[in-house]
């Protein structure tokens, strides 16, 4: 595991835990170069699922691109980061429940702009103008009419 700070691989695991009703555990490191601590966390996949792309391109579900393109529409917001690992568990259930096999980007793109849409509209506002390629402002104002329903 790399350390975000100096990029070092060695690090020693400071604390783990349980979560997600044992699905997941968090882990606490330390980087044994710089010292500097961080959050690790672990996931089972039983049956990995293919995303299909809009071309046609299929790839295995990676939990860190759902990760990072909710974290980018959260920067700074006031949202907790629970609340956006809550969100992502819960996105990954519903693809789950939908299918062991294959499911389309685009859907997935649609159940995160449902979660951010309970959280924060600004952050919903932010991926939907990057995820529905917003041309212009009227698409945002679009949008923002929308959110006020």
Do not use: W
């Not at 100096?6 to 980087?31: L, T």
């Not at 499911?103 to 159940?111: F, P, Q, T, V, Y």
């Amino acid at each position: 595991m790399k350390c975000p700070n100096c990029n070092k691989k060695d690090s020693k695991v400071v604390d783990s835990r349980s979560i997600h009703s044992g699905i997941s555990i968090r882990r606490r490191r330390e980087c044994n170069e710089c010292k500097y601590r961080y959050t690790t966390y672990e996931y089972i996949l039983a049956n990995p699922v293919k995303v299909v792309k809009k071309s046609g391109d299929r790839e295995e579900y990676d939990r860190s691109k759902l990760e990072k393109s909710i974290n980018i529409a959260c920067k700074k917001r006031p949202i907790p980061q629970e609340k956006i690992l809550q969100a992502i568990h819960s996105i990954e259930e519903k693809i789950s429940n939908i299918s062991n096999v294959e499911i389309e980007a685009n859907r997935i793109g649609e159940m995160v702009m449902e979660e951010l849409r309970e959280i924060d509209k600004v952050a919903f506002i932010r991926f939907a103008s990057v995820y529905r390629e917003f041309k212009d402002i009227g698409e945002f104002q679009a949008q923002i009419e929308g959110l006020k329903d």
